[in-house]
């Protein structure tokens, strides 16, 4: 399976702790993309990278929020301190990045904060 | 703020029937445009692209554009139980895509 995985594809935690989730995206596509979604409604985009550089983060990202992407192939996020409202599918999707790609997106990983 | 707007739905139509899906972009910059199906639990998956006025058809789904309206549509024909699903409609705009909240459709039998 050449597709884009996330690990893991469900996590439960306490309120207050950390996690951290993994993307592999797609071998040949340089950009990388983390969204959150919470039920009925779209995709809420988080942050992007083109190789390893970070290039765009949402302005309503909590400073708890971190990503990396060390060497320009899999991915990291990461949550501190977890709040229930933070409870919801979070989705990577990479992209070739040429011209009009679309994005492909991974299984996603359920979050639940208790 | 670039919005894309969608009907939530729900949109149910009769098995072999025509479903219309619409969605509404406020940046006129945007290039490129996308519908992705949603079945509950899982992550969107793609099944449409649209780049230039006017229609493109793939198999039961035909996508239409219209830029000068802003305006970009899904129809699928002779819908299926499977079809059954909320559709995602997302606008790329830069290196940014947006999406909107789903339109979640109901294929009866």
């Given at each position: 399976d050449t597709g884009v995985s996330q690990d893991p594809r469900h996590k439960?935690?306490?309120?207050?702790?950390?996690?951290?989730?993994?993307?592999d995206p797609?071998?040949?596509?340089?950009?990388?993309?983390?969204?959150?979604?919470?039920l009925g409604q779209g995709p809420e985009f988080?942050?992007?990278?083109?190789?390893?550089?970070?290039?765009?983060?949402?302005?309503?990202?909590?400073?708890?929020?971190?990503?990396?992407?060390?060497?320009?192939?899999?991915?990291?996020?990461?949550i501190?301190?977890?709040?229930?409202?933070?409870?919801?599918?979070?989705?990577?999707?990479?992209?070739?990045?040429?011209?009009?790609?679309?994005?492909?997106?991974?299984?996603?990983?359920?979050?639940?904060?208790? | 703020q670039k919005e894309v707007e969608q009907n939530s739905g729900p949109l149910s139509v009769p098995e072999g029937a025509i479903a219309s899906l619409n969605c509404t972009y406020s940046d006129r910059g945007s290039q490129s445009f996308f519908w992705y199906r949603q079945y509950s639990g899982k992550s969107p998956e793609l099944i449409m692209f649209i780049y230039s006025n006017g229609d493109k058809e793939d198999g039961r789904f035909t996508a239409q554009l219209n830029k000068a309206s802003q305006y970009v549509s899904?129809?699928?024909?002779?819908?299926?139980?499977?079809?059954?699903?909320t559709y995602l409609c997302a606008v790329k705009s830069g290196n940014q895509f947006y999406f909107g909240t789903g339109t979640s459709l109901t294929v009866i039998p």
């Amino acid at each position: 399976d050449t597709g884009v995985s996330q690990d893991p594809r469900h996590k439960i935690t306490k309120r207050g702790q950390n996690v951290t989730f993994r993307c592999d995206p797609i071998s040949e596509h340089n950009r990388l993309y983390w969204y959150r979604q919470t039920l009925g409604q779209g995709p809420e985009f988080l942050t992007y990278f083109q190789n390893e550089a970070q290039l765009e983060k949402s302005r309503l990202l909590s400073d708890r929020f971190s990503a990396e992407r060390p060497k320009g192939s899999f991915s990291t996020l990461e949550i501190q301190r977890t709040e229930q409202g933070d409870s919801a599918m979070y989705l990577c999707a990479s992209s070739p990045g040429s011209g009009d790609s679309p994005l492909h997106f991974g299984n996603g990983t359920r979050l639940t904060v208790t | 703020q670039k919005e894309v707007e969608q009907n939530s739905g729900p949109l149910s139509v009769p098995e072999g029937a025509i479903a219309s899906l619409n969605c509404t972009y406020s940046d006129r910059g945007s290039q490129s445009f996308f519908w992705y199906r949603q079945y509950s639990g899982k992550s969107p998956e793609l099944i449409m692209f649209i780049y230039s006025n006017g229609d493109k058809e793939d198999g039961r789904f035909t996508a239409q554009l219209n830029k000068a309206s802003q305006y970009v549509s899904l129809l699928i024909r002779d819908s299926q139980p499977s079809d059954s699903a909320t559709y995602l409609c997302a606008v790329k705009s830069g290196n940014q895509f947006y999406f909107g909240t789903g339109t979640s459709l109901t294929v009866i039998p």
